[in-house]
C-alpha cells in the first residue's frame, strides 16, 4: 500500500476519526473486541462531515487506525513502515525539519511528499497524531514523537519543538524513554498529551498534565525537564495486580479498560464524564489513583467491552450488548428521559445509571453521534432519534427534543416515519439535518432545509410540526425518471446520492461550487430544480463514480477511471482556500464553467513501479475509501499494484468517518 501520494490538505483537527478509539476532544466510536461482523458505534460533533453508517469487523477498524492519524490541523498515513505528513506545520509537526506547510503549493503532495526520518532502518507500526505533534510506534517496539512540546508531549525532557529545524529528525531524534527495559504496544495522542500502553500492559502518560489527566496525583506536567521519562516517569496506578487492554485520551479526562473488563476514569470531571457521583478531578492530587480510585459502576454484574470519551461525557459498550453513557446531557444527548447530567452526583452511576431505552428486544445495527443528536439503525431496519430537534432533525413531527423529558426513550420514542413499509439500511446525520438511505433504494431527509439540502424544492423543515412537515407527507428526494440510489452522505448544509446508474447528484448549499454545477447557485430549494432538472455532476471520462464523501463546503469522489492497474482515482470541487481539493493550488472548483469534467484533474496520489516479468511497469496508486472534514480529505489505501489478486483491485470497504476535534 503507498499513502505518499495523498494530495490533500487539512483544513481543520477528527477526527478523526478518525481511529475507532480517538484521543482528543474527538468524538469517540466503539467497537466490541470481536472478530465477527459487529456493530460500530459511530462518533461525529464536526457538522461539516457526516457519512453513511457502516458495519465493520473489529480487525478493519483496527488496522484502520494505525494508518491514518489526522492532528487540529494536519494529517499522517503510514505506508508500509513509512510516515507521510501534510497540512499546517508551524511546530514542525509533518518532521521535514521546517516550518512551511505542505500540500498548499503545487509539486509538494503525489512522489513529491517526503516520507518522515525515523533513523536508520526504523519503520512504523501505528501513526498518532494530537493536535499539534504526533508519535510514532516503531517496528522495535520503541516510540518516537515530534512536533509541538510546550507540555512536554514529546517525553524529551524539555520544551523544544522537534521537527521543526535541519537535523532533528532520524538518528538526531531520540526515542521516548519508557523505563528500562520497557517497550510499547499502542500509543494514544490526546491534544497536548501523550499515552503509551507498555508491553506488560502497564500505561505511561506524559505531556499536558491540567486535571490530572496523566494520572499520577499531581497537575505537574511531564517530559517538559530533565529527569522526569524514563524509570523517574511512574506508570498510572490502576490499582493491585490490575493492567490496561486499552485506554482512551478526551480532551481532558482519560479512561482505561481493564485486564477484568472494568473501567476506570480520570482527569477533568465538571460534567461528571469520571463517572464518580461528583464533579471532582481525578489523578491531580495524592492518593487518588490505585486502589483509591473505584472503577466507574456500570452496574451489578456488568463489565466494558469498548469505551469511547468525547470531550464531556463517556459512553460504554457493555457485555450484553447495551450501552451506559454519562457526563454531559444538556439536550438529551445521554438518551436517559431528562437532560440531567450523570456521573456528577451520588447515586447516578451504576445499576441506577439506565442503559439507553432502544425499544423492546431492539439491538443496535449502527449508532451515529450528531453534534446535538443522535439517530440509531436498529435491527429491524427502524430508526430512532433523539437529541436536539430545533429543526426537526430527529423526524418526530414536533419540535421538541426528545431524550430530556421522561416517556420520550424506549417504546415511547417513535422510529421515524420512514412510509409504509419501508425501512432504513443506512442513515447520515448534516449539521442539522438526517437522511435515510431506504430498502427499495430512494431517499428521505427531514430537519434543517435553509438551503434545500432536503431536495424537496423549497426551503420548509420537515419533520418538525405541521400538516406540510409531517413525515408521513414528507416526499422521497427526486433523483430522476426511474433512478434510486446506492448510498447517501449529507454535509453540514448540502447533500450527495450516488445514484444506480452510477452517476452522482448534489443538492443544497452550493457556495464555492460544491454541488459541481459550474455556479453557486443553490438546488433543492426552489422547483425545477431536482429531478431530471437536476444535472448530475459532471466527473469527465470516468467509468465510474465509486463514492462520495462531503465536506463543509467541497464534495469528493472516488471515480474508477477504467485503466487496467490504478484506475481509481479521486477528484475533489468547492472550497479551496486550505488546499483541501488536493490540486496544488487554492483555487476553487466547480464555481465557474469550464471548471468540472475532464478539466477537474484528478487529485495525484502518486505511483509505485513494478517489475512485471522483467519489464518495469508504473502504476498510479488507488485509494479505497475517502473521508472529508471540515476543509481537508483523507484516503486510505489497500493493496499496491503490483500485488493484486488475478490483475484485479479488490473492492472499497469503506468509506469510513474521520472524527476531529470541536
Known amino acids: 500500500m503507498n499513502i505518499r501520494g495523498l494530495s490533500l490538505l487539512v483544513g481543520l483537527l477528527v477526527a478523526v476519526p478518525a481511529t475507532v478509539s480517538e484521543a482528543q476532544t474527538r468524538p469517540s466510536a466503539l467497537a466490541p473486541e470481536v472478530s465477527t461482523i459487529e456493530q460500530v458505534m459511530v462518533g461525529g460533533s464536526d457538522e461539516s462531515s457526516r457519512s453513511a453508517e457502516r458495519v465493520a469487523t473489529r480487525e478493519q ?44 503549493d503545487p509539486n509538494e503532495m503525489g512522489d513529491g511528499l517526503q516520507a518522515i526520518d525515523l533513523g536508520s532502518g526504523r519503520s512504523a507500526k501505528a501513526i498518532e497524531a494530537g493536535g499539534f505533534h504526533n508519535c510514532a510506534l516503531l517496528d522495535d517496539d520503541s516510540v518516537k514523537c515530534w512536533g509541538d512540546n510546550s507540555y512536554g508531549q514529546l517525553g524529551l525532557g524539555d520544551t523544544d519543538d522537534r521537527g521543526n529545524e535541519p537535523n532533528e529528525m532520524g538518528d538526531n531524534l531520540p526515542a521516548v524513554d519508557l523505563g528500562s527495559g520497557r517497550t510499547a504496544k499502542a500509543i494514544q495522542s490526546g491534544y497536548q498529551a501523550t499515552c503509551a500502553l507498555l508491553d506488560d500492559d502497564s500505561v505511561k502518560c506524559w505531556g ?92 451489578s454484574g456488568r463489565s466494558a467491552r469498548a469505551i469511547g470519551a468525547s470531550s464531556t461525557h463517556t459512553c460504554a459498550w457493555l457485555d450484553d450488548d447495551s450501552v451506559k453513557c454519562w457526563g454531559e446531557n444538556d439536550d438529551g444527548e445521554l438518551g436517559l428521559g431528562d437532560d440531567d447530567d450523570r456521573g456528577d452526583d451520588p447515586d447516578e452511576m451504576g445499576d441506577n445509571l439506565p442503559v439507553v431505552a432502544l425499544g423492546s428486544g431492539r439491538t443496535p445495527v449502527s449508532i451515529a453521534l450528531g453534534k446535538d443528536h443522535t439517530c440509531v439503525l436498529l435491527d ?16 418526530l413531527d414536533a419540535p421538541d427534543d426528545r431524550g430530556d423529558d421522561p416517556n420520550e426513550m424506549g417504546d415511547a420514542l417513535p422510529a421515524v416515519d420512514l412510509g409504509a413499509g419501508r425501512v432504513a439500511v443506512a442513515v447520515s446525520l448534516g449539521g442539522d439535518h438526517s437522511c ?79 454541488l459541481g454545477l459550474g455556479d453557486t447557485d443553490k438546488r433543492g430549494d426552489g422547483p425545477n430544480e431536482m429531478g431530471d432538472d437536476l ?128
Request: glycine fraction near 16%; aromatic fraction near 8%; charged fraction near 25%.
Open 436 to 514: 435515510a438511505l431506504l430498502d427499495d433504494g430512494s431517499v428521505k431527509c427531514w430537519g434543517n432545509n435553509d438551503s434545500g439540502e432536503l431536495g424537496l424544492g423549497d426551503t420548509y423543515e420537515r419533520g418538525e410540526f405541521g400538516d406540510a412537515q409531517l413525515m408521513q407527507n414528507v416526499s422521497s428526494v427526486d433523483l430522476g425518471s426511474g433512478r434510486t440510489a446506492t448510498a447517501i452522505e449529507a454535509g453540514d448544509n448540502h447533500t450527495c446520492a450516488l445514484l444506480d446508474d452510477g452517476l452522482l447528484k448534489c443538492w443544497g448549499a452550493n457556495g464555492f461550487g460544491r
Open 61 to 104: 477498524a483496527t488496522e484502520f487506525s494505525k494508518l491514518l492519524s489526522a492532528g487540529e490541523e494536519h494529517t499522517c498515513v503510514l505506508d508500509e513502515g513509512a510516515v507521510f505528513c501534510w497540512g499546517e506545520n508551524s511546530s514542525g509537526q509533518l518532521g521535514l525539519g521546517d516550518t512551511s506547510a505542505r500540500g498548499d
Open 208 to 299: 499536558d498534565n491540567f486535571y490530572g489527566v496523566l494520572g499520577l496525583g499531581d497537575e505537574e506536567h511531564r517530559g517538559d525537564e530533565p529527569n522526569e521519562m524514563g524509570d523517574s516517569l511512574p506508570v498510572v496506578d490502576l490499582g493491585s495486580g490490575r493492567t490496561a487492554t486499552a485506554i482512551e485520551v478526551g480532551e481532558d479526562h482519560t479512561c482505561a479498560l481493564l485486564d477484568n473488563g472494568l473501567l476506570k476514569c480520570w482527569g477533568n470531571n465538571e460534567e461528571g464524564q469520571l463517572g464518580r457521583g461528583d464533579t471532582t478531578a481525578r489523578g491531580d492530587d495524592p492518593n487518588e489513583m490505585g486502589d483509591n480510585l473505584p472503577v466507574v459502576d456500570l452496574g
Open 535 to 662: 444535472a448530475p455532476v459532471d466527473l469527465g471520462s470516468v467509468d465510474e463514480i465509486m463514492s462520495v464523501s462531503l465536506g463543509s463546503n467541497f464534495s469528493c469522489s472516488i471515480v474508477d477511471t477504467g485503466f487496467a492497474f490504478g484506475s481509481r482515482r479521486v477528484k475533489c470541487w468547492g472550497y479551496n482556500d486550505s488546499g483541501a481539493l488536493g490540486l496544488g493550488d487554492l483555487e476553487h472548483r466547480g464555481d465557474d464553467p469550464n471548471e468540472m469534467a475532464d478539466d477537474l484533474p484528478l487529485v495525484d496520489l502518486g505511483s509505485d513501479t513494478f517489475d512485471v516479468n522483467g519489464l518495469p511497469l508504473t502504476f498510479q496508486n488507488s485509494p479505497q475509501a475517502i473521508s472529508a472534514g471540515s476543509f481537508h480529505v483523507c484516503s486510505i489505501f489497500g493493496r499496491r499494484a503490483g500485488e493484486m489478486l488475478g490483475w484485479e483491485f479488490s473492492r472499497a470497504v469503506g468509506p469510513w468517518r474521520f472524527r476531529y476535534p470541536w
Open 380 to 395: 429491524n431496519g427502524s430508526l430512532k432519534c433523539w437529541g436536539d430537534n430545533g429543526s426537526g432533525e430527529l423526524g
